[in-house]
């Protein structure tokens, strides 16, 4: 995938899924705070007005009584004596032939909307320094039963009109700007995020163009991008040891397989050129076949460390009895060992079991064995102990021989795959005995070393966790 | 004998049936699973060797398919994948021997005969007997010419190993898997100083003739010639 630019961004921000989410999150926001306003601003109005309306109701009940006992005159004086002053109320009074009588309001009202439910609305002018002012009224209409006056009662509703105003308008901007602020709040903080983003892909892209080495970016703090991208660290720096191994394996194999291979194609093919008889065809071919029978070995034995090495899961683990092993393994070597004069002593008293693979720790064992009967028979008296001891947190399993040992700066060296040093390059064998030992101590999640022995020799001592 | 070898490789199988032939074997072959399922219905054969991975149909599948029809015939099965995982899961799906490529023809020629052996005389005897060489299960005593031989408990499971399966060639690796249960190839031939050992007790200090002989190029074979 491309970098995502502003560019993109704007012009399909829909693309993008933080985009989106903010979009839709702001939306319901503003719908929610709609609400909440909407319903704040009818309950608020309804109360206002019902208080006004509650102040034009007793009135209108005071002039029914004003009526009842003074006629049309008593509404006359009463409205003469109530408009001499200051008030909010408003008072309208006509005669049966619409001619204005009292009241005070001097222009005529305007806008007269007469509600179903009996109230009037009506605005009116007023002049202020030459300025006209408009007033805004709410009332209701009383018709006199004997000489027909008619009477409009209210009140300046101005001030509550405004305020209903306000509350609108104020209501309708907060819920614009939470929009706003959400809309373009969202899309630079999903700018941010999609940057981390686009930094993860750019890099997977150089990845995949061959740049193994590339990691991703890590930002400051620990979210979930971090996480995802340290996971993904860790996988690359799993699968860049693989490769490595296998790369490393790849180069070995061509380089020390190709010399076997050549042996046996110029033994063969210096068979067929000599014109041989039947004894000499055998033995050629012969020759051949142990050629071969080694090379294979040599494979199989690089296919088992390859397989421990990547963490075979179908590798299974069972109980198994590390003095057993070890008993079994002294009684198969002991007569090879005795032929060529080496004692073989193990060293281990208790039953020590542990879950482990059978397979791959007899063959450890014996790759040390084998090892220390090749190597490390030197001594005039030459002695192999191999032993095991379990302590509370681990068990110890050693191959231990008195020959001449390894140097410190070879130890290393010893157990890389294919290396064989310069004393041994003469004996047969593979050069893969420590590195199957190293991988299998891997599997068991052990720890594995070389000691040098006192006063001369190798210890090749294994340390397994104690899990029991 | 007659030998049906399922194998898809024309290569493979024009090597091994040659050899097989060279071996007194007569052999049939079938290229794929389906065909090999076929052939193999036939009474006539005394044992299978067939490939793990077949066209059509996979050898363990075939295996499983002919246990199911009770056929007991002996299988080996030739495979590249060598683990002992696949080992164990071979012998599971009912196959008598698993054999991972590259294998020693010798072996296979070793391993063939003792399946077959083993079905034609599978014994409850509680002595095994070979000419003058007596080995009794049940106390545990050997002897030969009639005087009692003094094993070591590994000695005496390697010949009770080797009685099992008389005048029969018996390689390396099937001593080391049978007698030890290792699966994997030593580098050094510990195998060969056990069995010069045992000879020593079972045939040096006797007039008779040898029994354990060293086989060329294949292993050993425990042999009584009248």
């Not at chain 1, 004596?81 to 408003?90: H, P, V």
């Not at chain 1, 609108?168 to 899309?187: R, T």
């Not at chain 1, 198994?320 to 092993?325: A, D, H």
Request: glycine share 6%.
């Amino acid at each position: 995938m491309e970098q995502v630019t502003l560019y993109d961004m704007i012009n399909n921000p829909f693309n993008f899924v933080s985009f989106r989410l903010i979009f839709i999150y702001t939306v319901l926001l503003g719908l929610s705070v709609s609400l909440v306003l909407m319903f704040l601003y009818f309950t608020t109005a309804r109360d206002i007005e019902l208080e006004a309306d509650q102040k034009i109701i007793k009135k209108v009940e005071d002039l029914n009584n004003i009526y009842l006992r003074f006629r049309e005159q008593g509404l006359f004086n009463y409205i003469r004596r109530e408009t001499s002053r200051a008030t909010l109320d408003i008072y309208r009074l006509y005669d049966s032939d619409d001619n204005y009588l009292a009241g005070n309001i001097l222009t005529e009202l305007e806008d007269i909307k007469n509600n179903d439910d009996g109230w009037l609305e009506f605005s009116y002018k007023v002049s202020e320094n030459g300025k006209d002012r408009i007033f805004y009224g709410r009332g209701r209409e009383l018709i006199t039963p004997r000489q027909n006056f008619r009477l409009i009662v209210g009140r300046v509703v101005n001030d509550e009109k405004v305020l209903k105003e306000r509350f609108f308008y104020s209501s309708l901007w907060s819920i614009l700007l939470i929009l706003f602020l959400g809309v373009f709040g969202g899309y630079f903080l999903s700018r941010n995020f999609l940057k981390r983003i686009s930094d993860i892909n750019r890099t997977s892209k150089k990845i995949m163009d061959g740049n193994l080495k590339e990691r991703l970016p890590i930002s400051r703090g620990k979210d979930e991008l971090n996480e995802l991208s340290s996971n993904l660290n860790d996988m690359l720096d799993r699968l860049d040891t693989l490769m490595s191994n296998m790369k490393e394996v790849t180069d070995n194999v061509a380089h020390d397989l190709r010399t076997p291979l050549n042996r046996i194609r110029t033994n063969l093919e210096i068979t067929l050129m000599s014109n041989p008889n039947l004894e000499e065809y055998k033995k050629s071919f012969e020759e051949a076949i142990n050629e071969t029978d080694n090379l294979i070995k040599t494979f199989n034995s690089i296919l088992s460390i390859s397989k421990v090495e990547s963490g075979a899961s179908d590798l299974d683990k069972s109980e198994l009895n590390l003095k057993e092993l070890i008993i079994n393994m002294h009684d198969l070597y002991e007569p090879i060992t005795e032929g060529s004069g080496i004692k073989l002593n193990y060293e281990v008293t208790e039953n020590i079991v542990i879950k482990g693979n059978y397979n791959l720790l007899s063959q450890s064992l014996a790759n040390l064995i084998e090892n220390a009967v090749n190597y490390g028979s030197t001594n005039i008296d030459p002695t192999i102990n191999v032993g095991a001891k379990q302590t509370d947190d681990k068990i110890s399993l050693w191959v231990s021989d008195n020959g001449v040992g390894i140097n410190d700066q070879d130890k290393e060296k010893v157990i890389e795959r294919f290396v064989r040093l310069d004393t041994s390059r003469s004996l047969k064998g593979s050069g893969l005995g420590l590195n199957l030992v190293k991988s299998a101590v891997r599997f068991h999640e052990g720890k594995f070393q070389l000691i040098d022995a006192k006063p001369s020799g190798l210890i090749v001592l294994i340390e397994l966790p104690n899990c029991s | 004998m007659h030998i049906l070898l399922i194998e898809d490789d024309d290569t493979t199988a024009s090597y091994l049936t040659k050899g097989l032939k060279e071996s007194g074997y007569v052999v049939d072959r079938a290229q794929d699973g389906v065909e090999g399922l076929f052939m193999s219905m036939d009474a006539k054969f005394d044992a299978l060797i067939v490939d793990r991975m077949l066209p059509r149909l996979d050898g363990l599948s075939l295996i499983k398919k002919l246990r199911k029809e009770n056929s007991e015939i002996p299988i080996i099965i030739l495979s590249a994948l060598g683990d002992v995982d696949e080992r164990i899961k071979g012998l599971k799906y009912g196959a008598d021997d698993y054999l991972a490529k590259p294998f020693s023809f010798s072996e296979l020629l070793a391993r063939l005969e003792a399946v077959i052996r083993r079905n034609h005389n599978e014994t409850d005897n509680s002595v095994l007997q070979l000419g003058d060489l007596k080995l009794d299960l049940l106390s545990r005593r050997v002897e030969r010419e009639g005087q009692l031989i003094d094993l070591q408990p590994r000695e005496y499971k390697l010949l009770e190993f080797l009685l099992r399966r008389p005048n029969q060639v018996v390689t390396r690796t099937m001593l080391l898997e049978g007698v030890w249960e290792y699966h994997f190839d030593p580098q050094t031939n510990v195998i060969d100083v056990h069995i010069s050992r045992l000879r020593s007790k079972i045939d040096k200090p006797f007039k008779g003739k040898q029994m354990l002989f060293t086989e060329r190029g294949a292993g050993y074979a425990l042999r009584y010639d009248k």
